[in-house]
């Protein structure tokens, strides 16, 4: 089993298109619901995406030379 700290950006970039997709079909599903407090509701899907771009993010700086 891979850590997602050993993973490339690349692995990174495709698993947050991923997340991205599902958030869409997500929002999608929330629309046709009678849903009052939709808006309000966290999505862990978001909270997914958040966590990998701030990972992204982290490497990116970490492997920058100065």
Do not use: H
């Not at 891979?2 to 997500?26: A, H, R």
């Amino acid at each position: 089993m891979t850590k997602f700290t050993e993973l490339s950006d690349q692995d990174l970039y495709y698993i947050e298109k991923l997340l991205g997709n599902e958030l869409g079909k997500e929002i999608e599903a929330r629309k046709t619901w009678n849903d009052p407090i939709r808006e309000s509701k966290p999505s862990q899907i978001r909270t997914c995406i958040n966590a990998v771009r701030s990972l992204r993010t982290t490497n990116k700086l970490k492997s920058e030379k100065w």
